[in-house]
């Protein structure tokens, strides 16, 4: 239990400093677009591929940071119909869909890394390689299937101890 313990606080270390890394690209987006609004109001020239740039910083942005949201439990969550079950079948419901998830997720890493080894293009005005990018839909979703993990244990054990 101890090592399942280690291994799960490492995991969420991990996933804590992708999401900073992601958070940390909020910055150079911030300044880039307002660099692209000022440069377009006062002298009438934009920064070439301002829009590129932040959506590729975006997609970083959300990604690093899907698992560590994952953790925070601060995806979105109805529990209208659970709050009303006995205690027992609410923690069924949260194994069942905390097991569908982990299914959709490992679908999404698989198929994130067949697309995204395959990939040869790039970006139309900068040229930036896609490949890195297609890539990193499947390193979020692994460390998002990594957090399910660790949730499926805490709601199996939760069952076990009723």
Not at 12 to 33: A, D, E, K, N, W
Not at 150 to 160: A, E
């Amino acid at each position: 239990m101890e090592r399942l313990a280690t291994i799960s606080s490492v995991i969420q270390r991990v996933t804590r400093s992708l999401c900073y890394i992601g958070m940390f690209l909020l910055i150079p987006m911030m300044l880039l677009t307002a660099g692209d609004v000022i440069g377009r109001a006062v002298w009438s020239k934009p920064i070439p591929g301002t829009v590129e740039l932040s959506s590729y910083m975006l997609e970083v942005f959300i990604l690093l940071g899907i698992a560590y949201t994952q953790q925070v439990k601060g995806h979105v969550r109805v529990s209208m119909l659970v709050s009303r079950l006995p205690e027992r079948a609410g923690g069924i419901m949260d194994v069942f869909t905390t097991l569908l998830s982990i299914f959709i997720i490992a679908i999404l890493a698989w198929q994130g890394w067949v697309v995204g080894i395959e990939e040869r293009t790039v970006s139309d005005m900068l040229r930036v390689p896609q490949l890195p990018f297609r890539l990193l839909v499947s390193v979020a979703a692994c460390f998002l299937c990594l957090e399910l993990l660790i949730d499926l244990v805490g709601s199996v054990g939760k069952l076990i101890r009723r």
